[in-house]
Nanobody, 114 residues
């Protein structure tokens, strides 16, 4: 059974930073397109950032210049570095890997509040 495990969420003040991690013991992340999505209360899940096996990256307009997606091949982990966080970034963040099927992590809560 494919499993994605996320970590790194938490409570941070506006302007602060967090780094989310997503790892798997069952699929090789570098061989597949990986992405981060988020879902705020009362809203639909939305794309945040993605990275292809060729390391091409793409970002939602709302996070460009503030968030960075990256990958560690040795650790089989994909990261989302989030800087200059705003209250509107508050959401549950989900890791997604497309490996013939679209796999999702369980989500990690990010709360930006003073």
């Amino acid at each position: 059974q494919v499993q994605l495990v996320e970590s790194g969420g938490g409570l941070v003040q506006p302007g602060g930073s967090l780094r989310l991690s997503c790892t798997s013991s069952t699929i090789t992340i570098q061989r597949n397109t990986a992405a981060w999505y988020r879902q705020a209360p009362g809203k639909e899940r939305e794309f945040v950032a993605g990275i292809t096996p060729g390391t091409d990256t793409r970002y939602a307009d709302s996070v460009k210049g503030r968030f960075t997606i990256s990958r560690d091949i040795i650790k089989n982990t994909v990261y989302l570095q989030m800087n200059s966080l705003k209250s509107e970034d508050t959401a549950v963040y989900y890791c997604n890997v497309k490996a013939g099927y679209s796999y999702w992590g369980q989500g990690t809560q990010v709360t930006v509040s003073s």
